[in-house]
């Protein structure tokens, strides 16, 4: 049974930091892209930031590149989204997920697996 479980959410104040983990089990962490979502209720999941099975392609949405950095550690089979200088429109659930892919790519339609979700909410 594949599971991707994420942690680390919670409240932060704007300008603080935060970072969440995306721990994966049940599947070969080593052959998927991982990619970190959010969603705002009555909005529709938006792409924050994917990282590819071996780490040499990243990309962030705009609005998060220099503020967020997205890892992964194999042994731990784990990713890590750390968001920096936080902001009001941060506030969001996060939700990480899996696509079987060489590649990374910030498409909700394209993950194969995905989380429950860790809620992040930025205090002004």
């Known amino acids: 049974q594949v599971q991707l479980v994420e942690s680390g959410g919670g409240l932060v104040e704007a300008g603080g930091s935060l970072t969440l983990s995306c721990t994966v089990s049940?599947?070969?962490?080593?052959?998927?892209?991982i990619g970190w979502f959010r969603q705002i209720q009555g909005k529709e999941r938006s792409a924050v930031s994917c990282?590819?099975?071996?780490?040499?392609?990243?990309r962030h949405t705009a609005s998060v590149k220099g503020r967020f950095n997205i890892s992964r550690d194999s042994a731990k089979k784990t990713s890590y989204l750390q968001m920096n200088n936080v902001k009001s429109e941060d506030t969001a659930m996060y939700y990480c997920?899996?696509?079987?892919?060489?590649?990374?790519?910030?498409?909700?339609?394209?993950?194969?697996?995905w989380g429950q979700g860790t809620q992040v909410t930025v205090s002004a």
């Open positions: 049940g599947l070969s962490f080593g052959d998927y892209a």
């Open positions: 990282i590819n099975f071996n780490s040499k392609l990243i």
């Open positions: 997920a899996a696509e079987k892919s060489p590649y990374c790519e910030l498409q909700p339609l394209r993950m194969n697996f």
